[in-house]
């Protein structure tokens, strides 16, 4: 059996990192964790405490809160997909939603939100054979991770994914939207003090943009077995 490493997936909004680490790590039995979806867990916390107020978010009182959220994950769903928990309660649908994607960006940029989700996150990691996804994961999370794929595409074409994804789901959306989101989103992440997004020197890049999802995992798969293999 090889030695278990670490692999870390960053990049813009809806770019599709979490379809792809969410199947990389099924099909080579690494547990998957969903960074984004803890930073959308605490934005919903915020939201339903009152602490965001006019698109405000009350920044000492959520920092106050931050010892009662408890974030942990479900290994699987009914649907086969792993749901996020917020205080034990199932809240997997309710952090995709438009009110959370338009808060959460300025959420995560609270340098101690991030202090405690970036410790909470490494604990996850500690026994390595792990994928995780999200911004800073190959920069800050895990700066030693063996396998670190950074995935682009414009933000035309990200949009239009989220767009049908969130369409699928039944959300009544307007492209127009998704787009804004999505850009505004990628402006925050790349300008913030505290982690921003930015390519680790060490990361492999993937531009998706006209690739299938299974050219995607063709190409996962070759480099994930190429660095195993120097273990
Ligand atoms: O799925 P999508 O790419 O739209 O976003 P996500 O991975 O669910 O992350 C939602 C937001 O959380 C991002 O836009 C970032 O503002 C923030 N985030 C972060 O700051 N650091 C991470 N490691 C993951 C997410």
Redesign the pocket.
Known sequence: MAEKIIIAI?G????G??TMARELARRIGYVYV???????AVTLFALRNGMVKEGKIDVDSLVSALPSINITFQPTGEDGIQHTLLNGEDVEKEIRSMEV?GM??PV?VIPEV?ERLVALQQQFGKEKGIVM?????GTT?FPDAEMKVFVCASAEERAKR?YLELKEKGEEVDFEEVLRNVEE?DR??TTREV?P?RKASDALELDNGSMTRAQQMEWLMEKFHEIEMKK
């Open positions: 960053d813009y909004s809806s770019s990192k979490s969903d960074s984004g979806a803890m930073y959308r994607s959460v960006s995560a991030r996804d999200g911004r800073d994961i999370v989220r989103r925050i992440d982690s997004l």
